[in-house]
């Protein structure tokens, strides 16, 4: 599933094609997806200049001349790409905007978790409005993760992937950074010291910095906005890695079950 390296690499691939470039036509191939696409999409927004392309949490958002915002969100194997208006549509292709220049944005998504909606106030949008705070600004740090822990008993790794806590930090860079600040996954929340946690928040700005740098981490689906693989797997630390020794202390990687997700980690290493 593309997590928030993904996300953050789509965005700085399509960006450069989109902005100030104005709508010529929209096409919906099937609108079927984990919401429907709204009806009216394939002629609302025509002759529209796109202003800007950004990302709130996993939200790609493109933000149109009129105010209004398309929200896009790659669900667990979608991905955008640029091409040219007449490039062939390809197996579960379901979306896309041709620009005035012939530059098209596709969107494609085999699982159809993804979801391609419009919004006149995208900050108060049902699926935004109660996000927590982006990993990567200076909102986020170890306080604020020790004080949404108060009178909480769950495990860390469930606790720092919950959206309204802090965006984006998915599956794979939960397991990452809790490997690299050395806290066990199932440790209780109320249990970690402000200390850890500012070691936590640290963590977590470091691997996801390095894998937007390395363009996303390719798994099974993942693409970037040039239809290429990102390269930060070769990084990983933990996960996936089970069996395999520990690069701190030689002992086998671990893998658990935490929240219905494959968790892996270093039963010696982190405490």
């Not at 709204?38 to 709130?56: C, Q």
């Not at 085999?110 to 990567?136: M, T």
């Not at 209780?188 to 740098?213: C, H, M, P, T």
Request: charged letters at 25%; a positive charge.
């Amino acid at each position: 599933m593309p997590e928030l390296p993904e996300v953050e690499t789509t965005v700085n691939g399509i960006k450069p094609w989109l902005i100030n470039k104005q709508i010529q036509k929209i096409n919906v191939y099937n609108p079927s997806l984990r919401w429907k696409i709204p009806e009216d999409l394939s002629k609302k927004y025509l002759s529209e200049k796109i202003t800007a392309v950004s990302r709130r949490a996993k939200y790609i958002l493109i933000h149109l001349e009129s105010k209004a915002t398309l929200i896009l969100h790659l669900g667990m194997s979608g991905s955008l790409v640029i091409i040219t208006k007449d490039t062939p549509l390809a197996k579960h292709d379901h979306f896309e905007m041709i620009m005035d220049d012939g530059t098209t944005l596709r969107y494609n998504d085999p699982r159809r978790f993804g979801c391609v909606l419009d919004s006149a106030d995208y900050i108060n949008h049902k699926l935004i409005k109660n996000l927590g705070p982006e990993p990567l600004t200076q909102d986020f740090d170890g306080a604020l993760l020790k004080l949404k822990s108060k009178n909480k008993t769950l495990a860390i790794k469930n606790f720092i992937m919950d959206g309204k806590v802090v965006v984006g930090v998915g599956n794979i860079y939960a397991s990452e950074a809790l490997f690299m600040a050395g806290i066990n996954p199932n440790k209780s929340v109320g249990k970690i010291s402000l200390i850890k946690y500012q070691l936590l928040a640290e963590k977590i700005k470091q691997v996801l910095s390095n894998a937007i740098q390395a363009g996303g981490t390719t798994l099974k689906d993942f693409i970037n906005a040039e239809g290429k693989p990102g390269y930060f797997s070769q990084e990983l630390k933990v996960y996936g890695k089970t069996g395999e020794p520990c690069i701190n202390c030689g002992k086998n990687i671990m893998q658990k079950t935490i929240g219905q997700r494959s968790t892996f980690f270093c039963n010696h290493c982190q405490k």
